[in-house]
């Protein structure tokens, strides 16, 4: 198997694709937003609980291929407990990551565990799958009442 | 040695891995294709016959006086008498060339539908059409106050006959039926349903976007009213579809789109119309895909209809034979008429997934909802990977999709 494969689907990525974490709707959520990707059919609703501009508490559900899910976990263990500038930062420095150049270098964009998705830049393809969670998270920040696409 | 390869004999007359060698894109990249359902590659003789169009042949049609033209329009009349034989209607001017599938479809909608569908009126489709047999009816029944009936599946994916009988009344009429689903493969009894129908009084629209690449069909021995195709899925190229339609019926309809070529005098109190198929051909047509679309025509014919159905159906047989044996692998759409299509879910893996790393071996599949989200729903899926089949593909071509299957059931292990 080749080693871009791999790269895209690391262990961390596997992982979090059978074991999604923060799989549910919290028991209090006060920002809801639904992201579809109506090119695969990959639907999720993320569900954040923020207080004094900080997200106290998130969860997400749907369904989705690997990216898409293990993005959606990383995605809501990392944002936990962030003001919603750090939240939206960090979407801004995740999404430069995965649509970045694959013959650069990769930036030392101090993503920590979400750094697993660089691989994603190999496969444009993916993009979308990778960033679809992010995208209805910045919705529901800002909770317009949409649903976030990826078109 | 698997127990299809026991059972089915080749056609030793037809050889897949010679017949590739026509496709420059198949030649020159070693590509797997396993998406003609979607669109299908082209052959050298389909690219030249547009090629030649262009540097040879080129006028508009149906205008000049001038030798070019008569020749061009000679070119693409010919066309519509081979496309005439090609799938049995009785006369040349039953053929009218539209973009697609789609478009053929949205004609019969547009035109018959509004002449002839009212307040209370009933259009039957069936559950597995695709969206382009589903959302121009349901327009024409929104406009009309008309009502959309869904004649059900089973969970093979074969239509439930005694249910969509039931569901057929003096109400009833249009019916609206795919010959060859693009999701499942199956084979629906065209013939069968447009005789029922015609019992109730409703006309046949039959979405043949999938058979025709796979199948022969003749349109006065099915009897249907309208049979509707894309040359894209029968090895020519976009951009060229085909209507055809009982003349006395095409006859009967007003004009689809107004313009140029679909008149016979225009005066600002009032314009007269043309006879048809030219009264539903307004505006300059795609002449240049018209003579890419005869030479598809041409090459299919000349391969022989029956050599490619009988070499797709043991192509059939040996995948699914060996797809079978893939753990955790489901097959969905298991009707005992089938053909050329084979959908399919792979446990614990998403089928986005299993696509990305499908094209990373080199094989090309589709994945998703394949514009037939209610077929989908039915089987409880939201997605599935299809792998369809051509008169290209080789048995060398499964034995990758298979090969490939095993590294993504390792990766996701």
Not at chain 2, 330 to 345: D, H, M, W, Y
């Amino acid at each position: 198997m080749s080693s871009d494969l791999r790269e895209l689907y690391q262990s961390v990525i596997l992982d979090h694709n059978k074991h999604p974490r923060n799989f549910c709707k919290p028991a209090c959520t006060n920002r809801t937003a639904e992201g579809i990707n109506p090119l695969c059919g990959d639907q999720l609703t993320v569900y954040l609980d923020v207080e004094d501009g900080v997200v106290k508490d998130v969860g997400f559900s749907g369904t989705g291929c690997a990216i898409s899910t293990a993005s959606a976990s990383l995605m809501t263990q990392t944002i936990k407990g962030m003001k919603i500038e750090e939240a939206e930062r960090l979407f801004k420095g995740f999404r430069e990551m995965v649509t970045a150049d694959p013959q650069s270098e990769p930036g030392d964009k101090d993503l920590g565990k979400l750094s697993v998705f660089s691989g994603v830049r190999e496969f444009p393809m993916r993009v979308k799958c990778a960033t679809l969670a992010w995208h209805a998270m910045s919705e529901a920040l800002h909770d317009t009442g949409e649903t976030a696409t990826t078109e | 040695m698997s127990s299809a390869e026991k059972l089915i004999p080749r056609d030793e007359g037809f050889d897949p891995a010679r017949v590739k060698l026509d496709f420059p894109i198949l030649k020159n990249t070693g590509l797997i294709f396993l998406d003609s359902a979607a669109s299908a590659q082209k052959p050298q003789c389909v690219i030249d016959a547009i090629a030649n169009c262009y540097s040879r042949d080129y006028a508009n049609i149906h205008r000049g006086v001038y030798e070019l033209s008569a020749r061009a329009t000679a070119n693409f009349e010919a066309v519509r008498e081979t496309t005439q034989l090609f799938i049995g209607a009785a006369e040349a001017r039953e053929i009218v060339f539209v973009r697609n599938t789609t478009e053929a479809i949205n004609l019969v909608a547009a035109t018959y539908g509004r002449q002839n569908v009212g307040r209370g009126d009933e259009v039957l489709i069936t559950e597995m059409e695709h969206h382009s047999n589903i959302v121009p009816w349901q327009m024409l029944c929104e406009e009309k106050g008309a009502v959309l009936k869904v004649a059900p599946m089973d969970d093979r994916g074969a239509l439930m006959l005694d249910e969509f009988e039931k569901l057929l009344c003096t109400r009833t009429k249009i019916v609206a039926v795919a010959h060859i689903s693009n999701a499942l493969g199956t084979v629906n009894p065209v013939k069968e349903i447009t005789r029922l129908a015609h019992a109730h009084g409703a006309v046949v629209v039959i979405d043949g976007a999938q058979a025709i690449p796979h199948h022969r069909v003749d349109v006065a021995n099915l009897d249907c009213d309208f049979y509707a195709l894309s040359g894209h899925k029968v090895f020519g190229p976009t951009g060229v579809g085909v209507l055809y339609g009982k003349a006395a019926l095409l006859e009967s309809m007003p004009p689809y789109q107004g313009g140029g070529s679909m008149i016979e005098t225009v005066r600002f109190e009032k314009s007269t119309y043309a006879d048809i198929p030219q009264r539903f051909e307004a505006g300059t047509p795609d002449i240049g895909g018209v003579a890419g679309f005869g030479a598809a025509l041409d090459y299919v014919s000349e391969l022989g209809l029956d050599s490619i159905e009988r070499h797709e159906r043991e192509l059939l047989a040996y995948a699914t034979d060996l797809l079978a044996e893939v753990p955790g692998l489901r097959l969905i759409g298991t009707a005992p008429q089938k053909a050329a299509v084979i959908s399919f879910s792979l446990e614990g893996v998403h089928p986005h997934d299993v696509g990305s790393i499908l094209d990373h071996e080199g094989i090309a599949v589709r994945t998703g909802h394949h514009c037939a989200q209610p077929v989908m729903e039915h089987f409880g899926v939201p997605a599935t990977v299809r792998a369809s089949l051509a008169l290209y593909n080789t048995r060398e071509d499964i034995d990758a999709l298979v090969r490939a299957l095993q590294t993504v059931r390792e990766l996701f292990k």
